[in-house]
């Protein structure tokens, strides 16, 4: 029964969902209030059904209801709890139906947070919203309805793949969507701006919390699931440029642009009719991204079960949303008149350099993803495009962006003053290199490019600092006096300042995990011993636990440095007899300094034939958690300026409320 | 002279998809490994027996002159998946009537005549491949794979991995009847 009601929520919210893009969108040509009005209600009502449709499932996943098929095709009764839970979510069905509900959220945001929008902008950029969840409301309809009913019933299922039955993972795809959908509603604005248009700062003004919102969420989804590769994967390494992190990836780098080229339009009218751009191709690449992932077009571990009539739908969607889109920008975009002027020494001069890098990035990541397509396509031979690429063509753009983000700041609008502008960073520079010269006596070793990435963080981390401490005069004024400044800065700036700092730690436990990275690979028998960064660690042997629904091979490993003990490290190897697979678990002893990670896994070669020798991996990788606290940074620079004043501005009843609290976490 | 540049992303997003619809053709299977070999002749090899063992060894002109084509397989006791497919292949010799030659891979003779006498022998001869030199010969990317070889020594048909599960036989079987491998009225 309650399959049943979910499948016909579905059928409602379709129907809600074709009178809103419809309805609003005539309303606001033909300035009739009440049409353009029924999109709120429209709205709202959608994120109700489909918030039905999704507890349905949800419930068939927590009683093991073994009458539907996506629960016997992704569940077990044997699994934990937490996983049936977010077993909701792991199938292609369930996943899809998530990505619906968050599209129905935003669009609910914005008409019920959406006060200071005008009432036709508001009603255009709602039914645009409504286009995208019928394209996507029809294709889990036909062709993927996750409450399809399976008859008879088995007497239990299949088991979720056991390499996604992990906290890091079940929380990745909520994270990563939410910020991948949370693009849509910026698209619909966009898309809404060019029908309308009209561009200025008070629209940049609202899509810019939407856009800080998706951003937030998508860092935290990449960071998440970065996290989750690097320790349940079991080879140590946090990002490999698999097609499918590079679709997640791409979105990111070009929201980022988006977020900074928004700045602009919003303070000084310019950049419009790029920022309408970027806004539209943000989204398109997320679309780009659940398209590569459903359809079976390049190959990845990742990627759901492949399906061609699929693939189609989501192509046609994809052609209808961006090349419509697109058509619109190149018929609208040209009419649009530019905005201010400024110097080639300036702030916007400065965003200009920061949004040209990014976009650069994401073109040449877009280009590595899809070139064993294109190749294929045209010569038949068969690549992959792997790390060596991606390292040799990204690291040095990034470099290049380093250097302009800890420069942008210290810029002021129309027009920079270059002396002062020297006098200001002198310093900074000089302390950089000083810190590279130091890890360079001190390190000695490493690859040359690290040397310039230190030289790069560096001075992104010390230019940060600087240019937060002259706003706020410190050590120029009393202490108290500094703080009080520091209390009246805009929360934007101080998000702005923790954001780029994040970066700069970040860039730190990259550098320090992959250019000093220790690795052992050995088979080992009982007593045998490791030494690895000045640890030293033995393999006590290894013993055979069961869990709730998995066996486990179990090693015991004792680190010691220097005699004395450090800890003792259980890394498993775990075999789940239902879904007939393997995974890793490793065991990680983190400290700041750096991580020793090890695994275990059976002996698969000739060479060690005799029994109880096993293939111990053990890694010391420096510096690594520093990648996890810089992105933590991120997070909560973009909530700190979510939470700026400014964002409110035209909504003053609620004032009082942060502007995060506009997203209801449905 | 701006239209044109505000229309490059809609030319763009064309060129794009153009692509991907013809990266969708459901026949095109991104995962699969082209082999060099196919409809090549089969490398020049020479492979002792294993020892300990009475099946005699396995060189290219065992392969060569067979009046239908035959398989070869390439094997090791320290493979698990080989184990499962073990049986599967047994069964094609046994009820089908498949000729079937194997390739020893880098296993210590010992340990394959242990894994043999546990779970029989179903291949005519078997070289024992101790240095993995004769894999490279054939473009291994790991074990077990299994060869069609027709009468002129040229090969048919690679399939890399165990022939397990219901697909993997389905597929195998096809190749096997397209070549012409199994004799006419053989069970099923």
Redesign the interface.
């Known amino acids: 029964m309650v399959p049943e009601i979910g499948h016909f929520a579905l059928a409602l919210a379709l129907a809600l969902a074709l009178v809103q893009s419809v309805l609003p969108i005539a309303g606001a040509s033909r300035r009739n209030a009440v049409w353009m009005k029924s999109a709120q209600a429209t709205a709202i009502g959608q994120v109700l059904f489909v918030a039905i449709a999704f507890a349905a499932l949800m419930q068939a996943f927590i009683v093991s209801d073994f009458t539907v098929r996506n629960v016997v095709e992704n569940s077990h009764s044997l699994k934990p709890m937490l996983y049936k839970v977010a077993g909701t979510w792991g199938s292609h069905e369930g996943s899809l139906l998530l990505w619906i509900l968050i599209l129905a959220v935003f669009g609910a945001g914005v008409a019920w947070f959406g006060s200071n929008i005008p009432a036709e902008t508001k009603a255009r950029t709602l039914s645009v919203q409504a286009w995208i969840s019928v394209g996507f409301l029809s294709f889990l309809l036909l062709t993927s309805n996750p409450f399809e009913r399976v008859f008879p019933p088995p007497l239990d299922g299949n088991d979720l793949n056991p390499l996604l039955q992990d906290m890091g993972l079940a929380m990745h795809p909520p994270l990563l969507y939410f910020g991948y959908v949370g693009f849509s509603i910026v698209f619909s604005f966009a898309v809404a701006a060019l029908l309308e248009g009209r561009v200025d700062p008070a629209w940049a003004r609202w899509v810019r919390p939407w856009t800080l919102a998706a951003w937030v969420s998508l860092t935290a989804g990449i960071a998440l699931g970065s996290w989750w590769a690097y320790y349940e994967l079991g080879w140590g390494g946090w990002w490999f440029w698999d097609p499918v992190e590079n679709v997640s990836f791409m979105p990111w780098l070009l929201g980022t642009a988006l977020l900074h080229s928004a700045i602009v339009t919003e303070k000084r009218d310019a950049f419009k009719s790029w920022t309408i751009l970027l806004a539209i191709l943000t989204f398109s690449l997320s679309l780009l991204g659940t398209f590569i992932v459903r359809s079976g077009l390049l190959t990845s571990v990742h990627a759901f079960a492949v399906d061609p009539e699929r693939g189609l739908y989501i192509l046609g969607l994809l052609a209808v949303s961006i090349g419509g889109s697109l058509a619109l920008y190149a018929w609208r975009a040209p009419e649009m008149e530019p905005g201010g002027l400024f110097r080639p020494i300036s702030r916007e001069a400065g965003l200009l350099v920061n949004n040209l890098i990014l976009a650069a990035a994401t073109g040449t990541v877009l280009f590595g993803t899809l070139y064993p397509l294109i190749l294929e396509a045209i010569t038949g031979d068969k690549i992959s495009v792997g790390p060596p690429f991606f390292n040799a063509a990204f690291i040095p753009m990034m470099l290049a962006l380093v250097v302009f983000m800890g420069l942008g700041p210290f810029l002021s609008w129309k027009r920079a003053d270059i002396a002062g502008l020297l006098d200001r960073i002198r310093f900074v520079v000089v302390l950089a290199f000083i810190a590279a010269l130091a890890a360079w006596y001190l390190l000695n070793g490493g690859p040359i490019m690290a040397y310039l990435a230190i030289l790069g963080a560096a001075w992104l981390l010390f230019a940060t600092l600087r240019e937060w401490a002259l706003r706020i005069r410190l050590f120029e004024v009393p202490l108290a006096e500094s703080a009080r400044r520091a209390r009246n800065l805009p929360r934007a700036s101080h998000g702005m300042t923790l954001a780029h700092a994040g970066v700069a730690v970040l860039m730190m436990g990259m550098i320090g995990s992959t250019g000093w990275k220790s690795e052992e690979i050995v088979f080992a028998a009982p007593g045998t011993e490791v030494t690895i960064a000045g640890f030293d660690i033995t393999f006590e042997g290894a013993t055979q636990v069961q869990g709730p629904n998995y066996i486990a091979d179990r090693g015991t490993l004792v680190v010691r440095r220097d005699g004395e003990l450090v800890t003792t490290l259980f890394p498993e190897r775990r075999y789940y007899p239902v879904a007939e697979s393997q995974t890793t678990e490793s065991a990680i002893r983190s400290t700041l300094a750096g991580d020793l990670y090890t695994s275990i896994a059976t002996p698969a070669s000739d060479q060690v034939n005799n029994a109880g020798a096993w293939t111990l991996r053990i890694l010391y990788e420096p510096l690594v958690n520093l990648i996890w606290i810089g992105s933590i940074l991120l997070v909560i620079g973009g909530c700190l300026s979510l939470s700026d004043r400014r964002l409110r501005v035209g909504a003053p009843r609620r004032a009082k409320q942060p502007a995060s609290d506009a997203v209801p976490a449905e | 002279m701006?239209?044109l540049i505000?229309?490059l992303?809609?030319i763009a997003?064309?060129i794009?998809?153009v692509?991907?619809?013809?990266?969708?053709?459901?026949d095109r299977d991104?995962?699969?490994?082209?082999s060099v070999l196919i409809s090549q002749p089969a490398p020049a090899f020479d492979l002792d027996p294993v020892p300990g063992l009475e099946t005699p060894g396995l060189a290219r002109s065992d392969l060569v002159g067979n009046e239908r084509p035959v398989v070869v397989n390439v094997f090791?006791s320290?493979?698990?998946p080989c184990r499962a497919e073990h049986a599967v292949l047994t069964r094609f010799v046994e009820r089908e009537g498949m000729r079937l030659f194997g390739i020893n891979y880098?296993?210590?003779p010992e340990?394959a005549v242990k894994w043999l006498n546990d779970l029989g022998n179903p291949y005519e001869r078997i070289g024992s491949d101790l240095s993995g030199r004769t894999g490279i010969e054939w473009g291994l990317s790991g074990v077990p794979e299994t060869f069609i070889v027709d009468g002129d020594g040229t090969v048919l048909f690679r399939y890399v991995g165990p022939v397990v599960g219901p697909d993997a036989v389905e597929r195998f079987t096809q190749a096997l009847k397209q070549a012409g491998a199994l004799p006419k009225g053989a069970a099923s």
């Open positions: 701006k239209r505000a229309g992303p809609f997003a064309v794009f998809g692509f991907f619809l013809w990266g969708l053709n459901p991104p995962n699969e490994i082209p090791a320290w493979c698990v880098k296993d210590k340990d």
